[in-house]
């Protein structure tokens, strides 16, 4: 610390005394000057090595917070769904409504053209590419629109897609 001290402190410390010297400051007034400088600069200095020592204090908050986490962590709130649930998903080839606007999946932002094939939540209604949910639901639970939770408990024996019912 001493070398850092002194590697990062005179620079500042002969720079101020050079710049009081040539303004035709007395030499007690830039030893003054000087000493005021050094004391904020170790300081400084100081406060900075504290702030990387971590307390006692710290350390046994974070252990009791690790603790508690470590108990019994909920598998399932870090993970999507899994693969029987994701593949439990109704799946069908996109017909475009005459008249319709265009969709768009929300995954990847690509338009959905007629006869991909297409996956639509049954809580919330959004559509998607197959394989874009697919991917999102592996990581996530809930729809990347509105954030219903997508519940493969819940899905539907039949859908309502178009007009036209179709089954699973």
Known sequence: MPFKLAVVALPPLCITCIVLRI???????????????????????LCDR??????????????????????????????????????????????????????????CLGEINQKETVIRLPACTHLFHEGCI????????????CRTPVDAVAVPVSVEIDGRTQGN
């Open 134 to 145: 697919h991917v999102w639901l592996r990581s996530h639970r809930t729809c990347p629109v």
């Open 23 to 45: 303004a035709g400051v007395p030499w007690d007034a830039t030893a003054c000057v000087a000493a005021v400088v050094l004391v904020f600069l170790v300081v400084i200095g």
């Open 50 to 107: 504290l702030r990387h020592i971590p307390s006692p204090w710290l350390q046994q908050q974070l252990a009791a917070s690790s603790d508690e986490s470590m108990a019994a962590p909920p598998q399932e709130a870090a993970l999507g769904l899994g693969a029987s649930a994701i593949a439990d998903l109704p799946a069908y080839k996109y017909n475009k409504v005459s008249g319709g606007g265009t969709e768009e999946c929300s995954v």
